[in-house]
């Protein structure tokens, strides 16, 4: 069964804390996908990688940055975490252009 | 690049009626359309997807979704709902022909009432 692992379910952190939500699938993809969500705003791609050491940013990469240096995790770095980056964080996968995304079960994150 | 359109942000509906979620992309060319289920608690899955072929798509649960080219929708529907389709639904379509990034719509919350 495929599986995306995120490391955390809940997490609680303070302002200008550096924070690392880690994302680790199991089948070999290519793809891989950092989201946050947010009520009456769906999701919103915030970085994907599309190869090992391969980035590129989404709709919102402000104040984040990413890190993949195995084909298998890919990690959110938030350098200085504010309170409007309180959210939900969602990490997919897929394996190729046109294929559906594997999901995580989320990262509630909550900065305080 | 693409937009997608979820214009009911919740739909209340008794058990065993029937429902349907909408849902609009902004470009007339051939895409690839999707919509994932989100249950509480839990990350997205896939109920369905329309790739090419017959417009009239099947997903899990007993959802199933028409593609409309000239009216651009993928509205997604099922005729009798159950207490546990009580879930987020999202739409979701690739930024542009041959990229790995998806838009998701704003999501529409199935409340199925007993």
């Known amino acids: 069964d495929v599986k995306v692992t995120q490391s955390s379910r809940y997490l609680v952190k303070r302002t200008g804390e550096k924070v690392f939500l880690e994302c680790v699938q199991d089948m070999d993809h290519e793809n891989m996908f950092w989201y946050r969500q947010d009520p009456g705003l769906g999701l919103r791609l915030i970085y994907f990688?599309?190869?090992?050491?391969?980035?590129e940013k989404g709709d919102i990469p402000e104040g984040y940055s990413v890190s993949r240096e195995k084909k298998e995790r890919f990690s959110l770095i938030l350098e200085s975490a504010s309170t409007n980056q309180t959210s939900m964080y969602l990490c997919a996968s897929s394996p190729t252009i046109g294929e559906k995304l594997f999901f995580g079960s989320g990262t509630q994150l909550s900065v305080l | 690049a693409q937009s997608v359109t979820q214009l009911d942000s919740q739909v209340p509906v008794f058990e065993e009626a029937p429902v349907e979620l909408r849902c609009n992309y902004s470009?007339?060319?051939?895409?690839?359309l999707f919509w994932y289920v989100q249950y509480p608690n839990q990350g997205l899955q896939l109920l369905l997807k329309y790739l090419s072929g017959s417009t009239l798509v099947k997903g899990i649960n007993g959802f199933e979704a028409e593609f409309n080219k000239s009216q651009t929708s993928f509205h997604l529907r099922k005729p009798s709902v159950h207490i546990s389709d009580t879930a987020e639904y999202f739409c979701?379509?690739?930024?542009?022909?041959?990229?790995?990034?998806?838009?998701f719509g704003t999501g529409t919350r199935l409340k199925v009432l007993a």
């Open positions: 990688s599309y190869d090992v050491k391969m980035k």
């Open positions: 979701a379509v690739p930024y542009a022909s041959g990229t790995y990034k998806y838009i």
């Open positions: 470009s007339s060319v051939s895409v690839y």
